[in-house]
Structures are given as structure tokens and as C-alpha cells.
């Protein structure tokens, strides 16, 4: 079992908004010093592979070789670990009620609308892809 004074790995990709929701959690809560920051990376996403069964962002290392996938599980872990009341967060609320309500609404309302090929075009435009060679 992992030492829960240590700094767990957190590996976040830019501009997943998942991954803004754990770090927005993450600074509203004062855990910046429970985390060690990894950048999304081919050797970090083998290693996500090779531990969770699948590569997903973002992703926290709660013990050596064990990975959590989900931004909500993250989110509830760390609050538990810390003794952190989420409904006493303000700023993180209101980024949940807002940003990040409107974004899962928007992108709902695309995949139903447009199909799952027109969402992932705008997933990749956003990213600044083009074509489909993409990552």
C-alpha cells in the first residue's frame, strides 16, 4: 500500500476538461502538495496501459502499479483520504455548475444531434488536429 503522505502521480492531459475538473478539485481543496503532476507522454501512457487495461486521462496513481481512471473516483478518493467536504468548495462548485455543466451539455447535445464522428472532429479541431492522422 502506498504511503498516503507521499505525493501520488497525477497524469493529466491538456485540454481534457476531466482533467481540469481534478486539478480545479485539487486547488480548491489545498491538495496541491498530495500530487505529483505527469504530463500525458507516450512512456506514460504505456504505463497507464499496462495497469489499468486502457489509457484514459486523467488518471492518479493511488499505489504502486494501480491506477484510478475516473474523474468523479479521483475526486471522491482524494476528498476521503484528506477529510474534504466538496459541497464546502465554492470555486470548484461553481466551476461544476458552469464550465463544465455547459461543456457535458453541449457535448451531449452534439453526439445525439450530430452522430460521435461530427463530436470527435471538434474534439480534434480543438486539440488542433486536422485530418484524420490525429492522435
Given at each position: 500500500?502506498?504511503?498516503?503522505?507521499?505525493?501520488?502521480?497525477?497524469?493529466?492531459?491538456?485540454?481534457?476538461?476531466?482533467?481540469?475538473?481534478v486539478?480545479?478539485?485539487?486547488?480548491?481543496?489545498?491538495?496541491?502538495?498530495?500530487?505529483?503532476l505527469?504530463?500525458d507522454?507516450?512512456?506514460?501512457?504505456?504505463?497507464?496501459?499496462?495497469?489499468?487495461?486502457?489509457?484514459?486521462?486523467?488518471?492518479?496513481?493511488?499505489?504502486?502499479?494501480?491506477v484510478?481512471?475516473?474523474?468523479?473516483?479521483?475526486?471522491?478518493?482524494?476528498?476521503?483520504?484528506?477529510?474534504?467536504?466538496?459541497?464546502?468548495?465554492p470555486?470548484y462548485?461553481?466551476?461544476?455548475e458552469?464550465?463544465?455543466?455547459?461543456?457535458s451539455?453541449?457535448s451531449?447535445?452534439?453526439?445525439?444531434?450530430?452522430?460521435?464522428?461530427?463530436y470527435l472532429?471538434?474534439?480534434?479541431?480543438?486539440r488542433?488536429e486536422?485530418?484524420?492522422?490525429g492522435?
Open positions: 500500500m502506498s504511503d498516503a503522505s507521499a505525493p501520488r502521480r497525477l497524469f493529466l492531459k491538456a485540454q481534457c476538461p476531466f482533467c481540469a475538473k486539478v480545479a478539485f485539487i486547488g480548491a481543496a489545498g491538495l496541491a502538495d498530495k500530487v505529483t505527469e504530463t507522454s507516450e512512456e506514460n501512457r504505456e504505463y497507464i496501459q499496462k495497469v489499468a487495461g486502457k489509457v484514459g486521462f486523467p488518471a492518479l496513481e493511488t499505489e504502486p502499479d494501480k484510478m481512471l475516473e474523474s468523479t473516483d479521483i475526486i471522491d478518493f482524494l476528498a476521503k483520504e484528506s477529510d474534504v467536504d466538496t459541497e464546502k468548495l470555486l462548485d461553481f466551476l461544476m458552469g464550465v463544465l455543466k455547459n461543456y451539455i453541449l451531449r447535445h452534439v453526439r445525439e444531434r450530430e452522430g460521435a464522428e461530427a472532429a471538434i474534439i480534434k479541431a480543438g488542433g486536422t485530418g484524420r492522422g492522435k
